[in-house]
């Protein structure tokens, strides 16, 4: 770079090369390079938010799980061979009176799981509830252990709870007719395990209401209903049973604003049969979906309202987005394992380093032209373009 002396008050005029020498350019990649290989070699295992109170809430989901295998035990309820081996006591057969649909064992085996418990508690923290606040929660027979861990979650949040199940579940549920869902439900607040369980309970199935179910099927869901003592929901229509859930939310919630749903599993009135199901994603739901054709359901008439909505259903896509195992076939999980807990992130200080090397070398070889000194560039040729003015 070349300067000229000028008379006091007159600017000088520099003299630089035009462009960059192509080895400079290599340099600076190669440094770019380097501090990306450091970051992406070094990463920090950095703690996640609401950390006690998931590991809690885990805990208390794994105690709900020890709590019901005993109570089979004591009620000398055989453990399904094929569908439960390592006799965790939340599966239950393929084919019982009260059956309501095929499920998939796969599925049922993967929500063995406590640490789903804590995924509930981030999404319910997410949604903005604190303690104290009410939630309703829609449960379905045919994930037992899911109930359970959105019941861990909401009693670690310390939340006030209005719930709702559907009394048959799916193939390898709690089908057990002497030990549904919402016998397991009282046996859990018999046990102090959990304080709160279900007010209100339909047959559940296809329709709200087990179309397709035997006779026999549908007298043992009602008796089911009855010795639990639950407000029995029995509708002619899909929309009368949407109708009377959110009737009863009302009025138990008496004037005190619902500040989350929690739908568990695939209950027709809460998430408006298969389609419906599909319209919210897994996870939590801030707002409604949007399009035309939308299906009536509990969680979009809460969704309508504002109210974030938190859709426990496709359990492998929500065990692969917080580093849970995606099957059971193991038996139930470590309370702690999961990226839930503690996640794997690029250490921002190395990455803050890297971008300033980069920018070093970039000022250095550059608008300094060290590179040229340090590389021994060789001066251009005659015919190569004249020297861009500089002021």
């Known amino acids: 770079m070349t300067s000229f002396a000028t008379p006091r008050g007159v600017k000088r005029v520099y003299w630089r090369p035009p462009g960059v020498s192509r080895r400079v350019l290599v340099l600076i990649a190669m440094v770019a390079v380097a501090a990306l ?120 949040l310390g939340l006030e709870t209005i719930s709702i199940a559907s009394a048959s579940a799916s193939e390898w549920g709690a089908n057990d007719v002497n030990f549904l869902w919402i016998d397991m439900e009282r046996a859990l607040v018999d046990q102090q395990v959990f304080g709160f369980r279900s007010v209100a309970a339909s047959k559940g199935g296809i329709d709200d209401r087990a179309v397709g179910m035997s006779k026999e099927g549908r007298a043992l869901l009602d008796a089911a209903i009855e010795r639990n003592n639950l407000e029995k929901i029995d509708p002619k229509t899909m929309v009368e049973s949407v109708e009377q859930r959110m009737r009863i939310y009302d009025e138990k919630a008496a004037g005190r604003p619902i500040k989350a749903y929690v739908n568990v599993g695939g209950g027709a009135a809460s998430v408006g049969t298969q389609v419906g199901k599909k319209q919210f994603k897994p996870g939590l739901n801030l707002e ?104």
């Open 37 to 156: 290989a450091l970051v992406e070699k070094f990463p920090v295992r950095r703690q996640q938010r609401w950390h006690d109170e998931k590991l809690a809430a885990a805990r208390l989901a794994l105690d709900a799980f020890k709590a019901i295998k005993a109570e089979k035990q004591k009620r000398n309820i055989a453990f399904d061979p094929e569908g439960d081996p390592h006799q965790t006591g939340m599966i239950g057969t393929s084919l019982t009176p009260v059956t309501s649909n095929t499920g998939y064992l796969s599925a049922k085996r993967a929500s063995i799981n406590p640490n789903f418990a804590a995924i509930v508690v981030e999404m319910l923290k997410r949604a903005g509830v604190e303690k104290g606040d009410l939630v309703a929660i829609g449960t379905s027979g045919s994930f037992p252990a899911m109930n359970v861990a959105a019941f861990a979650a909401v009693q670690t």
């Open 288 to 391: 409604p979906p949007r399009g035309a054709g939308l299906m009536d359901s509990v969680m979009l008439r809460f969704a309508e309202r504002g109210v974030p909505v938190v859709h426990i259903t496709s359990l492998a896509r929500l065990a692969k987005q917080h580093g849970l195992s995606e099957n059971g076939d193991g038996g139930i999980p470590r309370v702690g394992e999961g990226n839930v807990y503690v996640k794997a992130e690029y250490n921002r200080w190395l990455a803050f380093g890297g971008i300033i090397c980069i920018l070093a070398a970039m000022l250095a070889f550059i608008r300094l032209d060290v590179g040229m000194r340090i590389l021994r560039i060789a001066p251009r040729r005659k015919e190569a373009p004249q020297p861009q003015q500089m002021v």
